[in-house]
Structure formats: structure tokens, C-alpha cells
T-cell receptor, first 116, second 113 residues
Framework: AQSVAQPEDQVNVAEGNPLTVKCTYS??????LFWYVQYPNRGLQFLLK??????LVKGSYGFEAEFNKSQTSFHLKKPSALVSDSALYFC??????????????FGKGTKLSVIP | DGGITQSPKYLFRKEGQNVTLSCEQN?????MYWYRQDPGQGLRLIYY???????QKGDIAEGYSVSREKKESFPLTVTSAQKNPTAFYLC????????????FGAGTRLSVL
């Protein structure tokens, strides 16, 4: 069975500084990896995904993520944080194939607070 | 939130009562999903459906039931057998296949009276 770990419940960063939200995963075979963002009392919004190819994936709102197969990580990054980036961020994984490929498995989420 | 509509936004359940959460999508997606979100626990899959008239249990299906009679609709019933139903419920849809994005509705918050 696949799993996702987001080791930090909360990340605080000053506005204008770079931000990183960490994610590691466990899956049989190759993974499809996703990042979503959730604002209070709202559904999840898709940010970016890794399918194959270039390890650096660019997504919405200036976010990017780096896939590292040897470290089984997919950390979310942004060069310069905005106060409006403050939200709950979820990493998710699906395997390429097999019974588990029908299921998107989420981490527990990381709350990002950008301080003005 | 786009083309996925969840209703109602807030729902209250009395002891022993079944309640049904609605999820409708106009994105022509084959696959639909129901998740439960509790604080600090991320999202957990309740049920999913890859095609009309077919659905499978997820990790926490006990106390819940679903139907998929139309491609556009995937209602979730929280039965009286679900002893701790208070949570935020999210419906999602997407094209079939593991590489495709799941798109989420705005959610329904269920509380017990």
C-alpha cells in the first residue's frame, strides 16, 4: 500500500522569503505525485503534478516541486512567499499500475503561514 | 471547485438518522470519489466509482453507502451505523486513469445534533 509523509504540521515563513513544504512517499513501482492547496472551509485546488520526465515540475501561482527518486521525495517550493499563500497544503501519490492505482493517497497536510 | 457541486454546504444529523450528501459534476468525468477530512488526518477515501453502476469501497467505507446511477451524480449516504460522522466531506471527480487530476467540490460540513 502507498503512503505519504509530510513531516511538518506547520511551516512559518516571512513574506518575500523562499518557502519549502516537504513530502516523502512510499509506493510500489513508479509514482504519480500531486500537490493540492486548501483554503479554509473550501475544497482542494490542484497545484501541480509529476508524471514523468523532468524532475522539476512547475505549477500554478509560481509554485514548483522537485521529484527525487532516490530520496522518494517531492518537496514543494516557491522562490518568494506571499501572505496569500497561507493555506493548508497536501501532497498525494498514486502508483502507475495495480490495484492501488485507483486510489489517490494523501498526506496529513502542512499548514503554511506567511508572516507579513 | 469548478464544475463539481456539493450540497448542502452545512448539514446536521440527529441520532439514528440517515443523511444524504449530494455531488454533481458537469465535467463529463468517468471517475468520482468521496473523501472524509478530519483535522490533522488529511483526506481518507470512503468510496470511489470508475464507471456508472459500479463503485468500490475505500479505506473507511463502514457506515456509508453510495450509488452511481448517472455519470453526473454520486450521492453519499451517511447511515446511522456511522457513529462518528462529524467531519468535512469532499467529493472529487476526474478522468479515469492514475495520472489524471482529481478535481474537488467545495465540501459539505456534517455535524451531529
Amino acid at each position: 500500500a502507498q503512503s505519504v509523509a509530510q513531516p511538518e504540521d506547520q511551516v512559518n515563513v516571512a513574506e518575500g522569503n523562499p518557502l519549502t513544504v516537504k513530502c516523502t512517499y512510499s509506493v510500489s513501482g513508479n509514482p504519480y505525485l500531486f500537490w493540492y492547496v486548501q483554503y479554509p472551509n473550501r475544497g482542494l485546488q490542484f497545484l501541480l503534478k509529476y508524471i514523468t520526465g523532468d524532475n522539476l515540475v512547475k505549477g500554478s501561482y509560481g509554485f514548483e516541486a522537485e521529484f527525487n527518486k532516490s530520496q522518494t521525495s517531492f518537496h514543494l517550493k516557491k522562490p518568494s512567499a506571499l501572505v496569500s499563500d497561507s493555506a493548508l497544503y497536501f501532497c498525494a501519490v498514486r502508483p502507475y499500475s495495480g490495484a492501488g492505482s485507483y486510489q489517490l493517497t494523501f498526506g496529513k497536510g502542512t499548514k503554511l503561514s506567511v508572516i507579513p | 471547485d469548478g464544475g463539481i457541486t456539493q450540497s448542502p454546504k452545512y448539514l446536521f444529523r440527529k441520532e439514528g438518522q440517515n443523511v444524504t450528501l449530494s455531488c454533481e459534476q458537469n465535467l463529463n468525468h468517468d471517475a468520482m470519489y468521496w473523501y472524509r477530512q478530519d483535522p490533522g488526518q488529511g483526506l481518507r477515501l470512503i468510496y470511489y466509482s470508475q464507471i456508472v453502476n459500479d463503485f468500490q469501497k475505500g479505506d473507511i467505507a463502514e457506515g456509508y453507502s453510495v450509488s452511481r446511477e448517472k455519470k453526473e451524480s454520486f450521492p453519499l449516504t451517511v447511515t446511522s451505523a456511522q457513529k462518528n460522522p462529524t467531519a468535512f466531506y469532499l467529493c472529487a471527480s476526474g478522468l479515469a486513469g492514475p495520472k489524471n487530476i482529481q478535481y474537488f467540490g467545495a465540501g459539505t460540513r456534517l455535524s451531529v445534533l
